[in-house]
């Protein structure tokens, strides 16, 4: 597997929107991991993760994963009312796919090419998932409580999304 080091526009200010994003909603202490650069398990899905298709002038998948602890915790500071443990739990998935729009959204309405479109976000639940794809980028945090990773996997053929997903060996 293969990753470029450098940053893409797009995959850059996917990340300054979510780290801005998640401070906003009271994640100050985000950690910035250095991600391997190979290997499968660099490629890994958490628990719950959210896939949101690129499409126009530039062409990929944005996919936003969390660990449970994470995607509850982000439950939590999302609601405006609190909510406790158990509602945490049941709105993460849905929670989750809301703040990868945001994201997403916010990033590409910050760039000057008018021209990109996102899908509908697609929310994948999954245990042992991971992301098979020849050319990616992915930025893995910590927080607090729990962890995250971004990937932006640009469309190289027109098969290449089709394929992302795929089944780990446990």
């Known amino acids: 597997m293969e990753s470029n080091p450098a940053r893409t526009p797009l995959f850059a200010a996917i990340l300054e929107t979510a780290e801005r994003y998640l401070h906003q909603l009271g994640f100050n202490q985000l950690v910035s991991v250095p991600s391997q650069r190979t290997g499968v398990d660099a490629l890994l899905l958490e628990d719950v993760t959210v896939f949101i298709q690129i499409s126009g002038s530039v062409q990929g998948g944005f996919l936003f994963t969390a660990d449970p602890a994470f995607a509850r915790l982000l439950a939590k500071r999302f609601m405006v009312d609190p909510i406790c443990d158990l509602e945490a739990a049941q709105y993460a ?7 990868s729009n945001v994201i997403a959204g916010n990033a590409l309405n910050a760039g000057e090419d008018q021209t990109v479109f996102l899908g509908n976000p ?3 639940l999954s245990r042992s998932m991971g992301i098979r794809a020849a050319v990616y980028e992915v930025q893995t945090y910590t927080a607090d409580q729990g962890l995250f990773r971004c990937f932006f996997i640009p469309m190289m053929d027109k098969t290449e999304l089709a394929r992302v997903v795929m089944m780990q060996a446990e």
């Open 93 to 99: 998935v849905e929670v989750v796919a809301e703040v």
């Open 122 to 124: 697609l929310m994948i």
